[in-house]
């Protein structure tokens, strides 16, 4: 089975503080596909990221950055220089090859404070 | 402009009177799927369609039906909906092509329905 946790529900940082966001995912599939959502309070979902499992390098964009080790099935979303527009509720998402069931995390909400 | 449409935005009906959330795209995806969101659970998928005609369950589909009679529209039906589908709904579509060139999902702006 899949699952994927987010086992901070709320953060709270002051502009300017870089912070980091874990998600830590389950499965045995050996390809798979990772995903990082944001949900501004206006409600919508925006794609940040997709990352295949055979493709461990990190990525930044902008302020935005992203770590995954396969060793301890993390994939976890730092933000450096925090801006009072990051404040939003972040999913992170897993997927098997096959795209057909998406497993989404519990979700956590980060407020940025000025 | 590419998107995904769902309608209504807002519902409160009364339990057990039928009801259609329509979801529609423009971007010619095969992949289509419905999310329920509730605090504290994250999104949880409720049905999803690989192409035309091809339906089904992802994690939590009871209470639910849907159909893909055409490539662009996806409507979810609740039957006879109860208090505990009082929910916030996502559609979303993607691009999938079989191969490892996964794409994201594009979600619509969601639905809120409250049913009493």
């Known amino acids: 089975a899949q699952k994927v946790t987010q086992a901070q529900t709320e953060i709270s940082v002051v502009e300017k503080e870089d912070v980091t966001l874990d998600c830590v995912y389950e499965?045995?599939?050996?390809?798979?596909?990772l995903f990082w959502y944001k949900q501004p309070p206006s409600g919508e979902l925006v794609f940040l990221i997709r990352?295949?499992?055979?493709?461990?390098q990190n990525e930044i964009s902008g302020r935005y950055s992203w770590n995954f080790q396969k060793s301890t099935s993390s994939f976890n979303f730092t933000i450096t220089a925090s801006q009072v527009v990051d404040s939003a509720v972040y999913f992170c998402?897993?997927?098997?090859?096959?795209?057909?069931?998406?497993?989404f995390g519990s979700g956590t909400k980060l407020n940025v404070k000025p | 402009e590419a998107q995904v449409t769902q309608n209504p935005r807002y519902l409160i009906t009364v339990t057990g009177k039928k009801l259609t959330v329509t979801c529609s795209q423009n971007?010619?995806?095969?992949?289509m799927s419905w999310y329920r969101q509730d605090p504290g659970l994250g999104l949880r998928q409720i049905y999803y369609?690989?192409?035309?005609?091809?339906?089904d369950k992802g994690d939590v589909p009871e209470g639910y039906k849907v159909s893909r009679k055409e490539k662009r529209n996806f409507p979810l039906i609740l039957e006879s909906p109860s208090p505990n589908q009082t929910s916030l709904y996502f559609c979303?579509?993607?691009?999938?092509?079989?191969?490892?060139?996964?794409?994201?999902?594009?979600f619509g702006p969601g639905t809120r329905l409250t049913v009493t």
């Open positions: 979303a579509s993607s691009s999938s092509g079989g191969s490892v060139l996964l794409y994201e999902q594009y």
């Open positions: 499965t045995r599939d050996t390809t798979y596909y």
């Open positions: 990352r295949n499992s055979f493709d461990e």
């Open positions: 998402a897993l997927t098997l090859y096959n795209f057909n069931k998406f497993y």
């Open positions: 971007m010619n995806h095969e992949y």
């Open positions: 369609s690989m192409n035309v005609e091809v339906t």
